[in-house]
Every structure is written in C-alpha cells, then in structure tokens.
C-alpha cells in the first residue's frame, strides 16, 4: 500500500453519521429475468432462471450484510415480474417503490458461455417495463424515505431517455437531502456508445461523491478535451479537483485501487477459484459501501469490497455467492474446511 490516505482526506462528501429513520441505500434501476444457459444457445442445453441487474444485485449483496436498502424500478405485468419483486422481497429488500407497468412486458436477459472463461450475455430490453421508468416514479420512491447513500450506475440512463431524465433529476434531490451519492459506472456497450455515456457522465460527476469504475471505464468521466489517456492517478486527480471525493477503481484479479485526497491505496483481489466472474463488481460495491456506511477508513472499505467481490467469483450467478456478514472471515479457512 502506498500515500496511506489521512482519516480526514479519506471522508468522502458528505460524512454518513447514524441517521436514524433513514435507509442506508437507496438504488432504482432494471431488473430482469436471467436465463443462464448451459453452454451455447444454438446447441440448446438446459436453462437455469433467476434474476439479474446491476442495481439489484447491489441492493441484495447490502441487504446480507445487514443494510437497510430500498429498491425502486418497474416490472411487467406479468410471471417474469412477479419473480423478480418475489425474489427481492425475500432477500430482505425494500420494492415498496417499485411499480409494475401493464402495457410493457419484464425485461429479459440470456447468458451462455462460449470459453471457460469467456460468457456472452444477449439482452431483451428494449422497450421493456423498466426502460419505461419515469422521472415522476423515481422521485417519489427517493422522496418517501431519503437515504443515506443514493447508488447509481451509467446503465439506467441508457435504457431510455426517460429512464436518463430520471436519474439525473434525482442528483440534485440527493444533494438537497443530504444523501452521498455513489456512482458505479458499469459501461454497458450493446446498449449505447463510449460517447452517449461519456456525455451523461461527465455532467454528472459534479454530483458524485464517490466513484467507481474499471480502468478502462473511467475515461467517461473525464472532461472533454484530455486528449491521450493520462496515467491512471492523473485521471483519478482530475475527477478529485472537480470535487468526487473518493475515486474507486476495481481492477478485477490485480484487486482495485482508491484515491482521495490524501492519497492512493491498493488492495490485491483474493485468490478464490473462479467459478463465474459475473455479478463480482456489483458484489465488490456492496462490499465497499457496507464498510463506508459501517464508518470504515478507506482500506477497511477496499477490504471488505475485494472479499464481497471474491465470493461471487467463487460462486455461480449474479448475487446468489453474496455473503452475509457472519460469512466474511470464511475466506480465510484454510482449504478442506469443515464448518459445523
């Protein structure tokens, strides 16, 4: 670890002292059926449903850990619907906001995988209940209980331009209300161009209090005009001076990295036999944000977000792997453990 971040330099904008009556998070997003094939589509094989979204998987990975998280977004009128607010509310997940749109049906998405270490994910979202969402919605959920965390990634706004008119109406509100908001950028390039979600998010980031991206993500954040890709502590430096207070970058099986003012500290990823990748980085964020809302110095934050992000590598699915807090030491069991 290097530039060991003071207490002061690590505190992002705003502090998150105990606030009773408040969630802890707030997320709104799309959340689908997930078929996951068992090998390639046109061979057929056999299929295992569950549910997936980047945003839910957050808000279930949290609400193992203890959390009071909320979730907000539309489904169908339909089975795939009732699956989905069926499976959150029994992962302890707040859908109250949620609404359910009789006129679009539940989104869908099919994964196979093609190498050992290589999926493919097909999307059936367009024109889908939750690409439908609607400013009006989002609000009303956010203002019904104000949390203490606002978690956003750049796949809602891609959905639709009224799913993006929601988001970024809800900044400003967050703001007012005191909430940090925590933005996981989670490019998504079937569903729109680095420069469709460079232009977004760049006008976000005046909002965001910490940030999270892969390497090759953060790049969207910077202002136009940078030219060549600076170093990777310059890009983080730049999105400081505009006033992120924490910047976060997950860096798979190296682990990730955060910067703040007070400096940089690195964190290696566990090592864990990889079953399924997918779902590690929304796993890796509810790690992070736990320890955040816990009061948790930046390197307690990175630890407890590289052992989230190493259970659902070790796992298959999205969120299914994600620990409970009673489960985090279990990484450190030596092989052949037998808990009883």
């Given amino acids: 670890m290097t530039g060991r971040p003071t207490p002061e330099a690590g505190a992002v904008r705003p502090r998150l002292p105990g606030q009773p009556g408040r969630p802890d998070v707030f997320t709104f997003g799309e959340t689908m059926v997930a078929l996951r094939g068992s090998g390639p589509l046109k061979l057929g094989g056999t299929l295992q449903v569950s549910v997936a979204g980047a945003e839910s998987n957050v808000a279930i990975g949290l609400a193992r850990l203890g959390h009071d998280v909320r979730w907000a977004g539309a489904v169908g009128a339909d089975e795939a619907g009732q699956l989905v607010l069926r499976t959150l509310r029994a992962e302890g997940v707040d859908v109250s906001g ?4 009789p006129e679009a049906p539940t989104g869908l998405l099919w994964s196979e995988p093609r190498l050992p270490d290589v999926t493919r994910v097909h999307y059936y979202r367009a024109g889908s209940a939750g690409s439908r969402l609607t400013a009006d919605l989002i609000r009303d959920a956010f203002s019904a209980a104000p949390p203490r965390v606002l978690h956003l990634t750049g796949i809602t706004p891609s959905l639709s331009p009224t799913a993006r008119k929601a ?4 900044l400003p509100l967050a703001r007012e209300c005191g909430s940090l908001v925590c933005l996981d950028v989670n490019f998504r390039a079937r569903l729109w161009t680095a420069a469709e979600a460079a232009a977004v998010l760049r006008a976000w980031v005046p909002f965001v209090d910490v940030l999270i991206a892969s390497e090759d993500e953060l790049p969207l954040c910077l202002p136009e005009g940078e030219g060549e890709r600076p170093p990777l502590t310059a890009q983080a430096g730049l999105l400081l001076d505009l006033g992120v207070g924490e910047v976060v970058v997950k ?3 190296e682990g990730a990295t955060a910067f703040t003012r007070g400096g940089r500290l690195h964190r290696p990823a566990h090592s864990v036999r990889a079953v399924d990748a997918v779902g590690a980085g929304d796993a890796f964020v509810a790690g992070y944000l736990s320890a955040l809302l816990d009061g948790e110095e930046p390197a307690g934050r990175l630890a407890r977000g590289v052992t989230t992000g190493a259970f659902a590598v070790a796992s298959a699915g999205d969120w299914e792997g994600a620990p409970t807090r ?4 279990m990484l450190d069991a030596p092989p052949g453990t037998v808990v009883r």
């Avoid at 949620?98 to 749109?101: K, L, R, V, W």
């Avoid at 988001?167 to 809800?170: F, H």
Wanted: aromatic share 0%; net charge negative; glycine share 14%.
């Fill in 326 to 329: 009673a489960e985090l030491g």
């Fill in 167 to 170: 988001a970024r109406q809800i």
């Fill in 98 to 101: 949620a609404s359910t749109d």
């Fill in 251 to 253: 860096l798979g099986a």
